[in-house]
């Protein structure tokens, strides 16, 4: 009878295809606010608060079905079908368990943000919508115990025109109720997606900011940060939101069916209780190493995805050492790695399943043998029993979330470890605290040619004019402590150019990270008097002395000082940007431009915080826009002219790959040449180069007014620089200072004098 009513009413083996993609972790965790799905295994549908969640190694399942009142048998065809989801988690970097006030403390820290963001207001209302629908599919399902009980004892009765009536009814009810858990989902997920573009756009805001991926990267201080940003980030607030609706969606539950399976019978209600304690307190013993494996599982993952990720990056230096063989085994290694951890978990997961599937299936017979009685004795009708069996289900479902969820549990804390982790590493960073020490080095940065700035603060003494770069008393050390440079102090002057010298390993790049900021282990003061644009006053003339004082200033502003600054860094290593040959030229002065037309267009339906996320200050910070003709102009002035019979102007390929390392550092030339700093900042940039090249480089920026600071090994770069700042290894045992600056030849001879 069962069956041809299951047949009848496809609703009581309904499996909602429209299940939710959380991709909780590497193992794809899922959650899934199901209207009627049912276990697959399971003689009995569990009823509960509407979460699926399940792991792909495990088989633990529970489901909230409208219409799992009705006992079921076994259907092996009716095997939930998973939806995959590729995530490659990450750990957080010791692997270990966080106690429980940490997790609820990081959870909170990390989820209450966006609530009070200022995209609050759309998110409090979709919320509530999400709530409400599913408030009303709880309804409908307490509907539906309620039209199975009637539809069971027309059955019973053999009372042909009510069976019919209740069939009626039941299909109204479908129809009627299957849109509201449709669209339960849809609005749970949306708000999900925007949700996580808001925190991604939050994380990725800060990551970039304050130089916080530099110092995260140079110092290992957390592992994989862009995979904490993709997938945990997407974990985070599937998981938060489907646990949340969960926990609400069992309270409601709870008050509907106790009310029920009170009205039939007391006494089961008080047995659930006890056997769903027992339970959770067990299953809470059994499965506590999982939230550990799960940590060391999101870490070797990651890693074997970032060794692939360098295979490619790196695929030519491994071509050339013939690296393959070694590249095979360290790959292989961390993926067995993976594995073997991976093993460890699924045995693990397996033991708890011993128990949860157990714990599941023992009860069920349980309401029905209590009930049934009753119906002997005519006390109740047989849809009573039915209803009874389905409020039971429900029930249980709702005072067991630990024991179904236990796995999905286990990996959400491990998602919220991560993402806790991560969190107070930014905060740290923008709070300045992530490196620095009490004593750092202090950056300064003064606008010299704003008289007012001058007058209102006196600040900036007269014989600092023409002054672009100080640096006082200077102890430069690495960031773990060794020092490299002793108590250095140099002027540049506008036109004084300067070259460091000095062996391999001495600190000359080590010293342009500090007057980038990117260091600031050590002491001393370096300030920038530079035109600064647009800036606001009180930020370019702030006191060092000041509380608000300028070492802060870059800080605040979240950007690099070379680009609000007329600051110029090239680094030693050229950087390709993805994108056109266009792009590689405006990068990184013009960043908004960076941004292929094609994508910026599609930008008009994206999320607000989506759209424009440069800060509006860049606009008062740079030079305008260069046009195509002088694009192509600055191209022919580095000697890349040829380029354009080759590659258009927006023309995309992978730059690094397709031009040579000499042609990299000629276009790095190009974009500092279309920036005109006042200061360039050059570290080895022309190494690639040839002699004839090099000159030419040099001449050009020289007859841009550009004041440059260069490092390099070569003796014929002394033609093109006023003074030489030669340093040495530094010594702990020798008292001298490790550097000194002399003047390269008598000026009369350096090659630019009359240019
Ligand atoms: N992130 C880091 N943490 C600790 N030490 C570092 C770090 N980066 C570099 N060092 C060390 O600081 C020292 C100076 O490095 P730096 O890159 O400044 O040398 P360099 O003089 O520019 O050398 P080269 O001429 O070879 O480029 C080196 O001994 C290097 O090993």
Redesign the pocket.
């Known amino acids: 009878m069962i069956l041809l009513f299951q047949q009848a009413c496809p609703l009581f083996t309904f499996s909602s295809t429209y299940k939710s993609k959380l991709p909780l972790s590497s193992h794809n965790v899922q959650l899934h606010l199901g209207f009627g799905t049912l276990t697959p295994f399971s003689p009995l549908p569990i009823c509960r608060g509407g979460l699926y969640i399940r792991k792909n190694w495990g088989k633990c399942s529970s489901s909230s079905s409208a219409a799992a009142q009705a006992p079921l048998p076994p259907d092996p065809d009716k095997e939930y079908k998973q939806v995959e989801e590729e995530s490659d988690g990450i750990v957080a970097a010791q692997g270990e368990s966080p106690d429980l006030q940490t997790l609820f403390r990081r959870f909170w820290k990390v989820a209450a943000p966006y609530w009070t963001s200022d995209d609050k207001v759309q998110a409090r209302l979709q919320l509530a919508g999400v709530f409400a629908l599913t408030l009303a599919t709880t309804g409908i399902s307490v509907g539906f115990s309620f039209l199975g009980r009637d539809f069971f004892n027309a059955l019973a009765n053999k009372d042909q025109e009510q069976f019919t009536k209740q069939l009626l009814y039941y299909l109204g009810g479908f129809a009627g109720g299957i849109p509201f858990f449709v669209l339960r989902d849809y609005a749970r997920e949306t708000l999900s997606l925007r949700w996580r573009s808001w925190m991604t756009s939050y994380y990725m805001d800060r990551y970039l900011s304050n130089q916080t991926f530099y110092k995260i990267q140079?110092?290992s201080i957390i592992d994989n940060p862009d995979q904490r940003i993709v997938d945990d980030l997407s974990s985070f607030t599937g998981t938060s939101l489907a646990f949340s609706l969960t926990l609400f969606n069992a309270a409601v539950d709870l008050i509907s069916f106790s009310n029920i399976l009170f009205g039939i019978y007391p006494p089961l209600f008080v047995v659930l209780l006890v056997y769903s304690i027992g339970g959770t307190a067990i299953s809470v013993f059994l499965g506590r190493g999982l939230v550990k494996l799960n940590f060391l599982q999101e870490k070797k993952e990651a890693d074997f995805r970032y060794g692939l990720v360098r295979v490619r990056e790196n695929a030519e230096s491994i071509a050339f050492y013939s690296g393959e063989e070694s590249e095979m085994q360290l790959l292989l290694q961390r993926f067995k790695s993976a594995f073997e951890n991976l093993t460890q978990l699924l045995i693990a997961s397996r033991n708890l399943e011993f128990f949860t599937n157990g714990y599941r299936y023992v009860i069920q017979v349980l309401p029905a043998a209590v009930v049934a009685p009753m119906f002997f004795s005519g006390k109740i009708e047989f849809g009573v029993i039915n209803q009874s069996v389905s409020a039971f289900n429900h029930i249980l479902g709702d005072f067991s979330l630990i024991v179904y969820q236990f796995q999905a549990i286990s990996a959400f804390s491990a998602v919220i470890n991560r993402l806790g982790e991560f969190d107070d590493v930014l905060d740290r960073s923008s709070s300045r605290s992530l490196t620095d020490t009490l004593e750092d080095i202090q950056i300064t940065y003064r606008d010299f040619r704003s008289s007012s700035a001058l007058e209102s603060n006196g600040s900036t003494p007269p014989e600092k004019f023409g002054t672009l770069l100080e640096v006082e008393d200077l102890i430069l050390k690495?960031?773990?402590e060794?020092t490299?440079i002793r108590d250095l102090s140099l002027t540049i002057k506008e036109k004084d150019n300067l070259l460091v010298m000095?062996?391999?390993?001495?600190?000359?790049?080590?010293?342009l990270?500090a007057m980038a900021g990117l260091w600031k282990t050590g002491t001393g003061k370096i300030t920038y008097y530079i035109n600064g644009g647009g800036y606001p006053e009180q930020s370019l003339c702030s006191d060092v002395n000041s509380p608000n004082n300028a070492h802060d200033t870059y800080v605040a502003h979240g950007k690099s000082i070379s680009r609000k600054s007329g600051i110029f860094f090239l680094p030693?290593r050229p950087y390709m940007v993805l994108g056109t040959l266009r792009q590689q030229l405006l990068y990184p002065t013009w960043s908004n431009d960076v941004v292929p037309m094609s994508d910026s267009t599609k930008q008009t339906n994206a999320l607000p915080f989506l759209t424009n996320l440069a800060k509006s200050e860049d606009a008062n910070d740079r030079p305008t826009k260069p046009t195509t003709d002088e694009l192509i102009k600055v191209l022919e002035d580095v000697r890349l002219g040829y380029l354009l019979a080759r590659f258009s102007l927006d023309s995309t390929h992978e730059w690094s790959s397709v031009l040579s390392l000499g042609e990299q550092q000629r276009l790095a030339f190009a974009r500092l040449l279309l920036s005109k700093p006042q200061l360039a900042l050059l570290?080895?940039s022309t190494s690639a180069l040839d002699e004839a090249n090099e000159v030419h480089l040099y001449q050009k920026i020289r007859a841009a007014n550009i004041t440059y600071v260069s490092?390099g090994?070569r003796s014929s770069l002394y033609d093109y620089h006023e003074r030489i700042l030669r340093?040495s290894t530094f010594d702990s045992d020798n008292e001298q200072l490790n550097w000194y600056i002399e003047p390269t030849r008598p000026e009369s001879s350096l090659k630019f004098t009359n240019l």
């Open positions: 140079s110092q690495t960031p773990s060794s490299l000095g062996p391999s390993g001495s600190g000359k790049t080590s010293l990270r030693q570290d080895e490092i090994h340093i």
